[in-house]
């Protein structure tokens, strides 16, 4: 399993921006898709974006045209870049890596992001 650890969550007033980054131990060119996945107090875990090892990407209809989700293989790193944040965007948000050869997902701890004035 490739190990994940999120970065980058905090207060931000609504509007405002933030970027996460999540750091894979190993590397995961080719291998697993990657994704972002969010849980707000008191609410399941949501899907919010993701990218296929051949670069597509897919977004919740709720953060389409605000979030972008991009990876660097170089540096075994997947990055989301929120944009025009909205209070309802406040959450934990979690790194996913799903292996397109076993199955198996990898989770990391999650960081949190809170928008508020």
């Known amino acids: 399993q490739v190990q994940l650890v999120e970065s980058g969550g905090g207060l931000v007033q609504p509007g405002g921006s933030l970027r996460l980054s999540c750091a894979a131990s190993?590397?995961?060119?080719?291998?697993?898709?990657m994704g972002w996945y969010r849980q707000a107090p008191a609410k399941q875990r949501e899907w919010v974006a993701s990218?296929?090892?051949?670069?597509?990407?897919h977004y919740a209809d709720s953060v389409k045209g605000r979030f972008t989700i991009s990876i660097d293989n170089a540096k075994n790193t997947v990055y989301l870049q929120m944009n025009s944040l909205k209070p309802e965007d406040t959450a934990a948000y979690y790194c996913?890596?799903?292996?397109?050869?076993?199955?198996?997902?990898?989770w990391g701890t999650g960081t949190l992001v809170t928008v508020s004035s």
């Open positions: 996913n890596a799903h292996n397109l050869m076993d199955g198996m997902n990898s």
């Open positions: 190993g590397s995961i060119r080719g291998n697993n898709a």
């Open positions: 990218i296929t090892s051949g670069g597509m990407t």
